[in-house]
């Protein structure tokens, strides 16, 4: 099986500027970076050749390089603050659907 080159494992999208009024291609692991283009496809491109560019400098200069999406593990928690009338509301919607108050914001979440 051949293996993709380390900048094909990044997670790239391309949407649409209307400010700019072009396709914008970017990469969730090096969100600074941008490529607009008359095309999805010509984005896509573009914002894959910006990557493999700033990845190789990286490496030359000795920085690390961002870890693709793709490659992490996620605990499936994390702490999330409101403010104290939202808890109370959200605590109440828990109780009065017999579910739990994680359960609740788990759901609200992945809608």
């Not at 896509?44 to 490659?71: C, F, H």
């Not at 939202?86 to 739990?100: K, P, Y």
Request: charged share 30%; glycine share 4%; aromatic share 6%.
């Amino acid at each position: 099986m051949k293996r993709l080159p380390e900048i094909d494992r990044y997670t790239y999208r391309v949407t649409w500027s209307e400010e700019d009024a072009q396709c914008v291609g970017l990469c969730a692991e090096l969100p600074s970076l941008s490529w607009l283009a008359s095309t999805p496809e010509k984005a896509l491109r573009g914002i894959r050749r910006v990557v493999a560019d700033v990845v190789a400098d990286m490496k030359a200069s000795g920085e690390t390089v961002p870890e693709p999406l793709s490659r992490r593990r996620y605990s499936g928690k994390f702490m999330v603050r409101v403010p104290p009338e939202v808890h109370r509301r959200l605590a109440l919607e828990a109780a009065e659907e017999d579910v739990s108050l994680n359960r609740l914001a788990s759901a609200k979440l992945s809608s």
